[in-house]
């Protein structure tokens, strides 16, 4: 079946530089959508992405959707405390409402 | 945004005891709503997909009579953990989607807190 693979699984940074976080589907996706789940919290949506190559920008957040549809990147600049948390990548295949989810990336930020 | 609110947010019962989950889109209407179970530190894994009308969708590994769904209208479905054991212990989270929209983000809700002595 449809997986989807995230990575790191962890990062540690220090406020003010930049992370990244990937995700690589096994099949073509239709559109990908990322997510954040604060500690105790429960999945925020962020964005959603269709297109070919798509890049959206949301403040410090850009994420991106590559040429093949198959994988996504979310890169944070200069990250600030408020940023902590799980980002999770969920990719869906045409025609199906189901989206599979990666493992996430758990950010912590050291102010 | 649209709301979908998830009840209890915390439960604990003993072992062999059924627990009922409910979750309700309060805003918009949902054909399709989505259980998943969230172990700690780990990712979300999706237990079944609820069906209004129709019998749920279960994912490979999960017990259809363990985890009994049921979806009778458009805003609301549960999810029963039946004799529940302490290895049942869980996070377990909804999310619903737009009714005709299949490329549309998904709504969750608050999760619950599931603790079985």
């Known amino acids: 079946g449809q997986q989807v693979m995230q990575i790191p699984q962890y990062q540690h940074v220090q406020e003010g530089e930049d992370f990244t976080t990937y995700c690589n589907s096994s099949t073509t996706l239709s559109n990908i959508q990322w997510y954040k789940q604060r500690p105790g919290g429960h999945p925020v949506f962020l964005i959603q992405l269709v297109k070919s190559g798509e890049v959206k920008k949301q403040k410090r957040l850009t994420f991106q959707f590559g040429e093949a549809k198959k994988n996504s990147s979310l890169h944070i600049t200069a990250t600030q405390t408020t940023d902590v948390g799980t980002y999770f990548c969920?990719?869906?295949?045409?025609?199906?409402?189901?989206?599979?989810f990666g493992k996430g990336t758990k950010l912590t930020v050291n102010p | 945004g649209a709301v979908v609110s998830q009840h209890p947010s915390r439960v604990i019962c003993k072992s062999g005891t059924s627990v009922k989950i409910e979750c309700r889109s309060l805003d918009f209407q949902a054909t399709t709503m989505f259980w998943y179970r969230q172990f700690p530190k780990q990712s979300l894994m999706l237990m079944a997909t609820s069906n209004e009308g129709s019998k749920a969708t279960y994912e490979q590994g999960v017990e259809k009579d363990k985890f009994l769904i049921n979806h009778a209208s458009l805003t609301l479905s549960t999810l029963t953990v039946t004799s529940a054991h302490p290895e049942d212990s869980s996070f377990y989270i909804c999310?619903?989607?737009?009714?005709?929209?299949?490329?549309?983000?998904?709504?969750f809700g608050q999760g619950t807190r599931l603790t079985v002595v």
């Open positions: 969920a990719g869906a295949q045409g025609g199906s409402e189901k989206l599979v």
């Open positions: 999310s619903a989607r737009r009714l005709w929209t299949a490329n549309t983000e998904a709504f």
